[in-house]
Structure formats: structure tokens, C-alpha cells
């Protein structure tokens, strides 16, 4: 009996002081010394143990750093699958740079010794990845889009600092991943709280546009490499000659329909190097839309639901040629105002209140906060059917006001307003699910209920203006 326990006490001991096995690097999708690598690749690392878990996960984010050739920190994102959710991939980390990288550049990968798999083993060494990216050749360079105004924009190499003068081009290299890389950007997306509380810099960073015109000196101090901006500015001569001799690149951002959206989406994917971003978008917008338009079609049209829809202000609306006259079409509702004869200033639609009268909406839908107030507590509005009715509603408002010109909620607003006019046909959407899948997967946001209410209530979501 003593032998016996004299051996249990000697292999208890044996194992305290025996270290675990190290962690193993078993490799990489890339290969130590690979050239021309695509600037936009992913690297994709391969362990011997699980080093995603939950336990281990908060060190091993900190245990990656990518450097050029300057040795510069390159900023990466490092991506580790759920455990739980994908058992298959504990193994496995992706490192994916947050910019595409420079064409012709060595860079190299540092994983630190500190990296710790869930069994508690350490890698014990310091892992080196060198790799050169391809030249601009090599690497699908140059590329030509085609903007707006029909112009071909020949972009040479990959462009890492971009200036918006219109919201919707900030609202699109938001939604395709390269927020980071905004330098300079318009008062408007600046007042977005969604917006600006994931990407809390861009409330910071300079607005060099006003109107039709730029601030080009402001500009030039941003580093700006190519610059986004509206039709007007874009034909403003004064200031394309100046861009062009500064040699600072710019595409004409325009559309007034659901297609010329994804199309203007498109030509900015791939001047952002994200066309597989803007595509899988373009997917989920197209479906939802075909899924709503399917249902809408089989409701008879002594059913269909006169609807008048209030921009921005009490008495703006839509014309036909419009992205919101486009779709709410889809939905089935009856827009009272496309067809009008409405007074269009600085190309902005507007009806009078007899218009309105004369029209007699079932339902008001308005995309401003404090709209649906002022229309429910006026006495000149106070005899219309849908004020009546109390049938006067806010939209909500995330990323931007959902469905408004440079909405990319776009089907948010169509799923909202298909189920607030037809319940009984589109009584099967969960638009807090749908919500929350949204911005989840598009904006790599996670939504709490709370959230959810304030984006669904449109109320206070943005700020402001500043006079």
C-alpha cells in the first residue's frame, strides 16, 4: 500500500513540474516569402488546439500585429469563430486588414509567443509571415468606374483615404467596411447617432464642402486620395479643375430610383476594392423587395391603401422619378403625390395643402422627427381623413432616415411600411428581427432591445442642425 501511494505521489509530482506540450502553428494560407499576394487578402492561420474559446480569447486579439515595410502598424481586424457555434474552426484565426494593403510592399505578420490555446499550452515563440503583394498590375490595376454623370474614372492603384461630399457615399463605405479610412465628410452624416457612436472619429473629422463648393485647402490637409461628391459640386468647373490639378481623383454620386441606387453602390464597391460586400447588399435588397412586391401584387385593388408621404418637412413628397416614389410602389400602397402637379425647388418636390386635402390619404407616413406631431396637433391639417384617424406615422431612423434619398434601409423602410398599410398581408414580418438582422450583418452592429425601440420610434436619432 505504501509503494502504491509512494507512486501516485511521485506521478502527481511528475506531471506538476513536466510543462504542457507548446501550442502548435501548423500554417497558413500563406506561405513565409509569398509574393504577389492580392492587396485585399485575408490571411488565415491554422493551430494545433482550440485557441478561439471564450477563456482565451480576450489574450489571444492582442497577440497579432502586421507591419510594413517601414515598420508601421497596419491596422487588421482578427477574427475568431464562435466554438460553440463552429466547433470544426477552433483551430483557425483570420487576420484581415481593415484597408486594402499597398501594391509592391513587403509586409510581415508577428503572432506573439504569448498566443494560448484552452488547454492552457502557449506557442513559446515568435511566428514570422513575411509577404510582398502584387504589383498594381497583378493586382487587377488599374480599374475604371463609371459615375454619375457618365464619366470614366481611372483609378490606379488601391486608395486608402476618402473624403465624402455627399452622406450616402459615408453611409455606403460604412456599410462596405472601410469607415476607418474616411477623412473628411459632410455636416449631415455627422448628425447621424448610429453612425457616429460605432464610428465615434467621423464626428471629428473636417467638412471641407458647402453647397456646390469645397474648401480645397482644407481638403489637401486631409490627405485625400479620391473624393465623392454630388452631381452640382461635380460639374462646379472652379472646383473640378482644382481636384484635377492637385491630382486628387473624384466620382459624381447620383441616383433617383431602387436600381441607379445599387448600380451608384456598385461604382463605389469597387472603388473601395469591397465589390463582394456590395454585392452580397445588393442580394438581400433585391430579395427582400421581390418577396414584399410577390405578396403586394395578389392585393386586390379595391383594397389598396392611399398613402401620402411627408419628406423631410410637412408639405415635401415624392415625384415618380424618386427612390421613395420607387418604393413604396413595391409595397402595394397607393402614393398620392407621384403623379401630381407639384412645385419643384432646388429639385425638391413640393404640394400645397390644398393638394393634400384634395388627395385625402389614408395614412401619413413622415421621415423627420416632430413632423407627425406638428401634422396631428395643426388645425389646418386636423380635417383630413388619415389626422382623423390618428393614422399619422413617424419612419424609423438608424443609419440614416430609413427610405430616405441616401437610406440604405431601403428595404427596412419597404418591410416597415408593407406591414404598417397591409397587417393582414404582411402580418408574418417581425420587423424587430429584421432590424436587428439587419444592422447585425451589414453594419457588424449587435442591437440591444432598447436600441431596436429608439431606431423603430425615429425619434431623436439625430442631431441638430448647427446654424
Not at 513565409?32 to 494545433?48: N, P, Y
Amino acid at each position: 500500500m505504501k509503494r502504491i501511494t509512494a507512486l501516485l505521489m511521485l506521478t502527481v509530482l511528475l506531471i506538476a513540474v513536466v510543462p504542457a506540450l507548446a501550442l502548435e502553428f501548423e500554417g497558413s494560407n500563406l506561405k513565409d516569402g509569398s509574393t504577389g499576394v492580392a492587396v485585399d487578402s485575408q490571411i488565415d492561420l491554422f493551430f494545433g488546439s482550440n485557441v478561439v474559446n471564450l477563456r482565451v480569447k480576450e489574450n489571444n486579439l492582442k497577440c497579432f500585429t502586421l507591419v510594413d515595410e517601414q515598420n508601421q502598424v497596419v491596422p487588421i481586424e482578427v477574427i475568431m469563430p464562435d466554438d460553440q457555434i463552429e466547433p470544426d474552426k477552433k483551430r483557425e484565426i483570420t487576420i484581415k486588414p481593415i484597408s486594402p494593403l499597398k501594391s509592391d510592399t513587403e509586409y510581415k505578420l508577428y503572432i506573439s509567443p504569448e498566443l494560448q490555446a484552452k488547454n492552457g499550452s502557449t506557442l513559446g515563440k515568435t511566428v514570422i509571415i513575411s509577404f510582398t503583394t502584387a504589383s498594381s498590375q497583378q493586382s487587377g490595376y488599374p480599374i475604371t468606374v463609371i459615375d454619375s454623370l457618365g464619366r470614366k474614372v481611372i483609378i490606379d492603384k488601391p486608395v486608402n483615404r476618402f473624403a465624402c461630399g455627399y452622406s450616402f457615399a459615408g453611409h455606403v463605405v460604412t456599410l462596405l467596411g472601410r469607415a476607418d479610412d474616411l477623412v473628411a465628410v459632410t455636416k449631415g452624416l455627422q448628425r447621424d447617432k448610429v453612425l457616429t457612436e460605432m464610428y465615434p472619429h467621423i464626428k471629428n473629422l473636417p467638412n471641407p464642402f458647402s453647397g456646390e463648393t469645397i474648401n480645397i485647402e482644407e481638403l489637401l490637409t486631409t490627405g485625400a486620395e479620391l473624393v465623392f461628391l454630388k452631381p452640382d459640386t461635380a460639374q462646379n468647373i472652379t472646383v473640378t479643375e482644382m481636384l484635377d490639378r492637385l491630382g486628387i481623383l473624384y466620382i459624381a454620386v447620383d441616383y433617383n430610383s431602387m436600381a441607379g441606387q445599387l448600380e451608384t453602390i456598385n461604382v463605389i464597391g469597387k472603388a473601395l476594392g469591397r465589390v463582394d460586400e456590395a454585392e452580397r447588399y445588393a442580394a438581400y435588397y433585391l430579395q427582400t423587395m421581390a418577396e414584399i412586391e410577390k405578396i403586394a401584387e395578389t392585393i386586390p385593388d379595391n383594397r389598396k391603401v392611399r398613402i401620402y408621404h411627408a419628406v423631410n418637412e410637412a408639405v415635401r413628397t415624392d415625384t415618380r422619378d424618386s427612390l421613395a416614389g420607387d418604393w413604396i410602389q413595391v409595397t402595394g400602397a397607393i402614393n398620392v403625390s407621384i403623379d401630381a402637379d407639384l412645385s419643384i425647388s432646388d429639385g425638391k418636390a413640393f404640394a400645397t395643402l390644398e393638394q393634400i386635402y384634395l388627395w385625402d390619404p389614408d395614412i401619413i407616413i413622415a421621415n423627420e422627427d416632430g413632423v407627425p406631431e406638428y401634422i396631428l396637433n395643426n388645425e389646418q391639417w386636423a380635417s383630413l381623413r388619415a389626422v382623423k384617424n390618428n393614422q399619422v406615422y413617424q419612419i424609423p431612423n438608424g443609419i440614416s432616415r430609413w427610405g430616405h434619398e441616401n437610406s440604405l434601409e431601403v428595404p427596412l423602410a419597404a418591410l416597415w411600411t408593407a406591414k404598417l398599410v397591409y397587417p393582414n398581408y404582411f402580418g408574418h414580418i417581425d420587423i424587430r428581427s429584421e432590424t436587428k438582422s439587419f444592422y447585425a450583418n451589414y453594419f457588424n452592429i449587435d442591437l440591444t432591445d432598447d436600441e431596436v425601440d429608439a431606431i423603430l420610434s425615429g425619434q431623436g436619432m439625430r442631431e441638430p442642425k448647427v446654424k
